[in-house]
């Protein structure tokens, strides 16, 4: 898939395969992942983890993706955010999606800092029609800079914005109709944003496409 398909929605919106069942690559799982079969399928791991030169973690990463399928999942995107896109960090994941070879790459749908401060967690945004606007500007960036479609995860809430114009389901598929891109589905952060916020998750359920 070129660049210029990323851009068409139509183009970008394929479903990645279905893999298995697979559980998150950490520190303490490296000699036992390596010790022999695992009876998992496959490996998520954080991108920002392993955008480094050399080391013990970046070994085991290349010895543990000739034996699974991998998946990228950061924590540092933060297309929410009105900062602009930090480019040195696209190329780090860049090169990492193309050295492993990822079924996916996603993150979060929610800002991290702004003014180039980091506020170490994931943010909520105002579900409105120009954060909607830019937040598919920046998706399609990216996946224009990647090569390749990403996938979004909706954040557990712990806040609401009076700006808000839509519901987050509604403004997470519009997110993804018109970029294209993929929708990581958590379920647990649903229920506990319904829990804050008194909506029935399955009426968040029944909107995502």
Known sequence: MSPRDIADPQAARER????GHGVGLRRDHFDRVL???TGVDWFEVISENFMVEGGRPLDVLTR??????VVLHGVSLSIGS????????????HALARRFEPAWVSDH?????????????LLPLPYTEQAL?????????????????????????????RRSEMPEWEFLAEVAR???????LDIN???????????????????IP
């Open 16 to 19: 990645p395969p279905f893999l």
């Open 189 to 207: 952060n649903i229920f506990v944003s319904s829990r804050n916020h008194g909506f029935d998750p399955r009426t968040y359920l029944n909107h």
């Open 35 to 37: 010790s022999g079969p």
């Open 133 to 161: 606007d830019h937040v598919v500007r920046r998706v399609l960036r990216v996946q224009e800079r990647l090569g390749r479609p990403i996938a979004l995860e909706n954040v557990s809430s712990y806040v609401a914005y």
């Open 109 to 121: 749908l929610c800002w991290t800092g702004v003014g180039g401060r980091n506020a170490h967690d």
């Open 178 to 184: 018109r970029s294209g891109c993929g929708v990581l």
């Open 64 to 69: 543990v993706r000739e034996r699974y399928p």
């Open 82 to 93: 009105t900062d602009p896109l930090d480019e040195a960090y696209l190329d780090r994941l």
